[in-house]
């Protein structure tokens, strides 16, 4: 039965929660990136208070920076390295066995944020 049963352990020791190994995998992605969506949305709104309430930018400012095309560009780039990420644990699932373990683990490094060029 899809997606009513406890987790079991598969011959190799990997938890399997749903008939569909696919299935699995691809929820374990839907999961990380809702928490990634999380954590970004969270830093988001953090920055952009700050910078309102210091006067280091205004709203206009701040909405004129959107339209910018050093934005553009870096948006562009960073498109292809998300959509690697986000699909790799799904096509591979090897890959998706090792994310795993890095969560369950605690052995997960922090996110990098790369800062963006002149915007």
Same mark, same amino acid.
């Given at each position: ?10 011959? !190799? ?8 190994? !696919? ?18 949305? !969270? ?9 309102? !309430? ?10 004129? +920076? ?23 644990? +799904? ?27 002149? +915007?």
């Amino acid at each position: 039965m899809v997606g009513n049963r406890a987790a079991e352990a598969d011959p !190799a020791g990997q938890h399997q929660y749903f008939d569909d190994p !696919a299935v699995t995998r691809l929820m374990g992605t839907v999961v990380a990136l809702a928490g990634e969506v999380f954590v970004l949305k !969270a830093l988001n709104a953090r920055l952009t208070r700050a910078l309102l !309430a210091s006067g280091v930018l205004t709203d206009r400012q701040l909405a004129e +920076i959107g339209d910018s095309a050093g934005l553009q560009d870096w948006l562009d780039a960073e498109k292809d390295e998300f959509a690697r990420a986000l699909l790799g644990p +799904i096509r591979d699932p090897d890959l998706a066995r090792q994310y795993e373990s890095q969560v369950f683990d605690g052995t997960v490094a922090p996110t990098v944020v790369t800062p963006m060029e002149e +915007i």
